[in-house]
């Protein structure tokens, strides 16, 4: 038997009623946040991602779905949606044209992770990027977002925040930290030995305890913000004081995309084991221009939705609609064609084979229709058919034409 790639899930049935009521969800939060619908392709040149996500990252030194097409093209699946979307904000000159720009997207990422709870090597986001405001008030405001989003679904969270620093005082830090890293190089992993070349913040992301009990002591990029970062981060904890949204500062939060700067994110669940960060986010005023783009500072988040599902409290599905049965072989004829009317304004879901009233209230019960409609021989007999309401139990027999 062939079955699906490890890591790459069919969404089927309940779960994918669980997709369907979260994208409602974003995609109604994000309409009144301003955001407007964006998609695209799942396949890009692999520049891309190794000029934005960065070669220092995981996801381009090791989780890239990476090929040569049969023109000759190294490409790529998408391992994350902000690259594409810029990359289409700057092919259609966005950025020359000027002014505010608020896009959302959601579609599937592809990354060669060892899968695992929660870890999935094609899965799903729901994203948003903002383009062309320097305030921190749309950081905030994105926080704010992802907080709407989860509390509709009745999702609990905590964010985690940090500030990245900008061009001017994140070098002097990363001084700092090599300094440190040096005077600690005969205790820390290998991994760390390499990332200290590459790109020495993401020692502080590390999962060796060793390691963590030593950047515990590490330098903090907190202390070496300049007047603006340190503003900027200052405004935006009090903007989430106001609205009285907790957060914890988490000074080793780096997040695993390079193209970040100042304000960085991520929303944690306690709910869902090991891979717990179900949303993250943050500022990358410099990629739009790393890009060959005109300079413009822009913001987003992605929300993990497979790592959703399970804590998602769907509503009770509504009834709605038409079943329509028949009783006899010679009804079915007349059922197809009733039901196939009726499709012209409602939902309908016809049964193609005769079976008692009693399978017929089963199956319209099963697949919450509002109205079961059956015909036998003796409604046949009189032009009629017969109809129960499964909200209110009203049945009656009425004129075909009238139905
Ligand atoms: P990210 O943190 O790499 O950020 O991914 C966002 C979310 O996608 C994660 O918090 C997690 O819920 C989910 N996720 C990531 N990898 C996997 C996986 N292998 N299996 C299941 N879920 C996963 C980004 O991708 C950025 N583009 C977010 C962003 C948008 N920053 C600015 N704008």
Redesign the pocket.
Same mark, same amino acid.
């Given at each position: 038997m062939i079955r699906s790639l490890r890591g790459m899930n069919d969404i089927l049935e309940e779960e994918y009623r669980r997709f369907d009521y979260f994208h409602k969800v974003a995609c109604d939060v994000a309409g009144r946040y301003g955001f407007h619908y964006v998609e695209t392709p799942l396949l890009e040149e692999t520049a891309l991602f190794r000029r934005s996500v960065g070669e220092s990252s995981d996801i381009v030194g090791k989780e890239m779905y990476q090929f040569i097409d049969k023109g000759g093209n190294d490409v790529c699946l998408r391992p !994350?949606?902000?690259a594409g979307v810029v990359r289409a904000f700057i092919q259609h000159k966005y950025d020359k044209k000027g002014g505010v720009y608020r896009f959302f997207y959601h579609g599937p990422?592809f #990354?060669y992770?060892r899968p695992q709870k929660?870890? @999935?090597?094609e +899965?799903h986001?729901f994203?948003v !990027?903002s383009f062309g405001i320097a305030s921190v008030y749309e950081d905030a405001s994105l926080i704010l977002m992802v907080g709407d989003i989860f509390d509709t679904l009745g999702i609990g969270y905590t964010l985690q925040l940090n500030s990245l620093g900008c061009h001017e005082c994140m070098p002097p830090y990363k001084e700092h930290l090599i300094s440190f890293i040096e005077a600690h190089s005969e205790q820390i992993c290998a991994d760390c030995q390499r990332r200290k070349m590459t790109n020495p913040i993401r020692v502080l992301d590390c999962k060796n305890g060793e390691c963590q009990a030593i950047y515990a002591d590490a330098p903090k990029l907190m202390d070496h913000l300049c007047s603006s970062c340190s503003l900027d981060f200052k405004t935006l904890t009090a903007r989430l004081d106001e609205h009285a949204f907790s957060y914890t500062i988490d000074t080793h939060l780096v #997040?695993? @995309?390079d193209y970040y700067s100042k304000t960085a994110f !991520?929303f944690i669940s306690s709910d869902i084991g090991a891979?717990n *960060? /179900?949303?993250?986010?943050?500022r990358?005023d410099r990629l739009i221009e790393f890009l060959d783009g005109k300079p413009t500072p822009a913001?987003? +988040? *992605? /929300?993990?939705v !497979? #790592?959703l599902l399970e804590l998602i409290q769907l509503p009770q599905p509504e009834r709605e609609g038409y079943y329509f049965g028949a009783m006899d072989a010679q009804s079915l004829p007349l059922i197809l064609t009733l039901g196939q009317r009726k499709r012209r304004t409602d939902k309908a879901i016809i049964e193609y084979s005769a079976k008692s009233l009693k399978a017929h209230l089963k199956n319209a019960d099963r697949v919450h229709a509002r109205h079961c409609a059956v015909i036998g021989e003796n409604e046949r007999k009189q032009n009629g058919i017969w109809i129960k309401d499964l909200v209110t139990k009203e049945e009656m027999v009425i004129p075909i034409d009238s139905l």
């Open positions: !994350e949606g902000t990422m #990354r992770e929660g870890r @999935l090597r +899965f986001q994203g !990027e #997040r695993g @995309l !991520e891979q *960060a /179900i949303a993250g986010g943050g990358y913001v987003g +988040f *992605a /929300i993990g !497979e #790592r």
